[in-house]
């Protein structure tokens, strides 16, 4: 059997499995959003997120949320913290600790900033198991995007406080856009030098701000130069890896992740916004389409287990282009969070340009 066969094999069977999961979800990740606040301003934040925008819920209502989750599905998904900044919500630890207690996994995603010497250990003994740290190019490049002086120093120490406590699965993801791409043969000696777990890349997406920055999007040229990236750097020690999202065409999905593309929104992945909307994904734009109910209002378990439809029907249902597609199959219209709502169709679609 050929690569492609094996393959178009693999693919079919995913399919057939995500047609399945659609029927039975399960819930695997739990995203909290839990502030809006940043100690940086990053152009591309797909959140739109910096200065003192507002917290998330009060610590009652997660601690509440929680005990509804262990209840009702166990403690088998991940409850993944994000921002925002989530070191900035203010009961952070009393949160963290309380989610260890009742014993669920957590991680969560960071500019790694805040994570001091004392931070790091405190992470450690509230149980956290793995974190994605942002670092989006050289120091002179990084401190530019994320709009803040010495961002790239304290992310880096940040970093290097996590791997001194020797217990964290650490992942590196780096937004790559048309210009910090000439960063990447440097940002991979930088990275391969350091005891870290993984270095994911993702390109930058048309959300939030980065929507008002077309100049800095990705080209064709940009997106087949990652995947070329990848896929020779793969090879050495660093595990380097291209983020969940977007099908990549039988040329390049399994060759620069170790999976097939699966966006595992709404049947794998629920997220709590800061005003306790209930979405799929935190990244997914916000509308009366996505979101599902509020956890204020509404029970979670009842809504992941009676709404949630726009999840559980393919996109490329949505839209006559993905519906003739002969690639649809395996696509179904591409990322969740990269749809155009309004207009009913994907704002990213690699096909006829990577493959
Ligand atoms: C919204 S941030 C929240 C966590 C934390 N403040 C941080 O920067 O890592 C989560 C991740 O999304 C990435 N991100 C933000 N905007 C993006 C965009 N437009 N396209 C792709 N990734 C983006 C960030 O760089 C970061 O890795
Ligand atoms: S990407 Fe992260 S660090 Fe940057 S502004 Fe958004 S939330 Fe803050
Ligand atoms: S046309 Fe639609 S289904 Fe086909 S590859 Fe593009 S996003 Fe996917």
């Known amino acids: 059997m050929t690569r492609e066969e094996i393959k178009i094999r693999n693919l079919d069977t995913l399919a057939d499995y995500q047609k399945k999961l659609r029927k039975e979800p399960i819930l695997k990740q739990l995203f909290l959003e839990l502030t809006l606040k940043c100690n940086e301003h990053c152009f591309h934040c797909g959140s739109s997120c910096g200065g003192n925008l507002p917290d998330g819920l009060p610590v009652e209502k997660y601690k509440s949320l929680l005990d509804e989750v262990k209840e009702n599905f166990g403690t088998k998904a991940l409850i993944a913290v994000t921002g925002g900044e989530p070191l900035l919500y203010p009961d952070f630890f009393e949160l963290m600790e309380y989610t260890q207690e009742l014993g669920f996994k957590w991680g969560m995603t960071s500019n790694g900033t805040l994570i001091t010497k004392e931070v790091a250990h405190h992470l450690k003994e509230a149980g956290m198991k793995s974190i994605s740290l942002s670092i989006d190019g050289l120091p002179e490049t990084h401190d530019r995007y994320r709009g803040l002086k010495d961002a790239y120093k304290l992310g880096m120490e940040g970093i290097q406080n996590l791997i001194d406590e020797d217990c964290f699965n650490i992942m590196v993801t780096t937004v790559v856009n048309h210009e910090n791409i000439d960063e990447l043969d440097a940002l991979f000696d930088v990275f391969d030098g350091m005891d870290i777990n993984e270095w994911r890349l993702t390109g930058i997406e048309p959300i939030g701000r980065a929507e008002k920055v077309p100049d800095m999007l990705l080209s064709a040229d940009d997106n087949r ?45 629920a997220g709590i916004l800061v005003n306790g909307d209930v979405t799929a994904c935190i990244d997914i734009p916000r509308n009366e389409k996505t979101i599902q109910g509020n956890i204020n209002s509404e029970s979670f378990t009842k809504l992941w287990k009676e709404r949630f439809e726009i999840y559980r029907t393919p996109l490329s249902e949505r839209n006559e282009k993905c519906a003739a597609c002969p690639e649809a199959k395996w696509c179904r219209g591409d990322a969740y969070h990269s ?4 207009n009913e169709k994907p704002k990213v679609c690699f096909k006829g340009v990577l493959f």
Do not use: Q
Not at 236 to 244: A, D
């Open 339 to 342: 749809w155009d709502y309004e």
């Open 225 to 269: 130069r990652i995947m070329e990236f990848i896929k020779e750097k793969r090879e050495k020690r660093i595990p380097v890896t291209y983020s969940c999202t977007h099908f990549l065409g039988l040329e390049y999905e399994a060759e620069v992740r170790d999976w097939y593309f699966l966006c595992n929104a709404g049947i794998y992945v």
